[in-house]
């Protein structure tokens, strides 16, 4: 089920006019994008990550940015080919991305955080070492 707009509950629309998310397709093959968070600075970043036909051709690899892009060469049915992503500010709920392949415009989307709730551990680690330390000088 795609997202709706709040305030006139209809499916929201890309630049290319179509309902986000959809289906990303490229030359027959399924395109997906994925963001997780990860436990680099302590679970503050997240890596997004670009699959084609259940393959991963790229991974940000959680970089400390708010915004950003990342390339990587990959191998498909004979032929190199060229994956770029860039990204906007997120937020827990997910990122504003545009995907190129072989210099085209693949999609610009949105992409949800799959794991936003580790966030906690990035507010329970700090505050229980400093409770730890806190005992340890008291």
């Not at 084609?52 to 049915?77: M, N, P, W």
Request: net charge negative; aromatic share 10%.
């Amino acid at each position: 089920m795609s997202p709706k707009d709040p305030e006139h509950d209809v499916p929201l629309i890309d630049e290319f006019g179509h309902q986000w998310p959809e289906e990303i397709q490229w030359h027959g093959s399924t395109v997906e994008v994925t963001a997780r968070l990860i436990p680099r600075f302590l679970w503050t970043t997240a890596s997004i990550d670009v699959f084609i036909d259940g393959e991963c051709v790229l991974r940000t690899g959680g970089q400390l940015k708010i915004t950003g892009s990342s390339s990587a060469e990959f191998y498909h049915r004979g032929r190199m080919h060229q994956v770029e992503l860039s990204w906007g500010q997120g937020s827990l709920e997910g990122f504003p991305y545009q995907l190129w392949i072989d210099g085209s415009k693949v999609a610009v989307s949105r992409v949800s955080v799959q794991n936003r709730d580790h966030i906690v551990l990035a507010l329970i680690i700090p505050v229980a070492l400093f409770l730890v330390v806190m005992a340890l000088l008291g």
